[in-house]
């Protein structure tokens, strides 16, 4: 089993930055894919940016230029760093971890979501 915690959400003013942090752990071999996703009330989830291991990041039109994913493989851990902040930016932020297990065998899992609250 594999757990994921995000964290960093909160309240910033516009043209702020966050840096979001999501963490995996438990029975991890090898990470596959990693991407952070949002949603905003009233709204579907969507992708903000995705990266497979080894791979370039593709990141939503509405966030290129503004946002950053990064990694950390010695702690399991993948960074969003949100820069020049909009109010549209709000949203609850999830961290989605695609963990390989050999074969073909790709377990996606979910965090618990992290609030990102964009307002004056």
């Known amino acids: 089993q594999v757990q994921v915690v995000e964290s960093g959400g909160g309240l910033v003013q516009p043209g702020g930055s966050l840096r979001l942090s999501c963490a995996a752990s438990?029975?991890?071999?090898?990470?596959?894919?990693m991407g952070w996703y949002r949603q905003a009330p009233g709204k579907k989830r969507e992708l903000v940016v995705h990266?497979?291991?080894?791979?370039?990041?593709h990141y939503a039109d509405s966030v290129k230029g503004r946002f950053t994913i990064s990694r950390d493989n010695a702690k399991n851990t993948v960074y969003l760093q949100m820069d020049s902040l909009k109010p549209e930016d709000t949203a609850v932020y999830y961290c989605?971890?695609?963990?390989?297990?050999?074969?073909?065998?790709?377990?996606?899992?979910w965090g618990q979501g992290t609030q990102v609250t964009v307002s004056s």
């Open positions: 989605n971890i695609g963990v390989d297990y050999g074969l073909a065998n790709v377990q996606q899992y």
């Open positions: 438990g029975s991890i071999y090898r990470i596959n894919d």
């Open positions: 990266m497979a291991d080894g791979g370039s990041p």
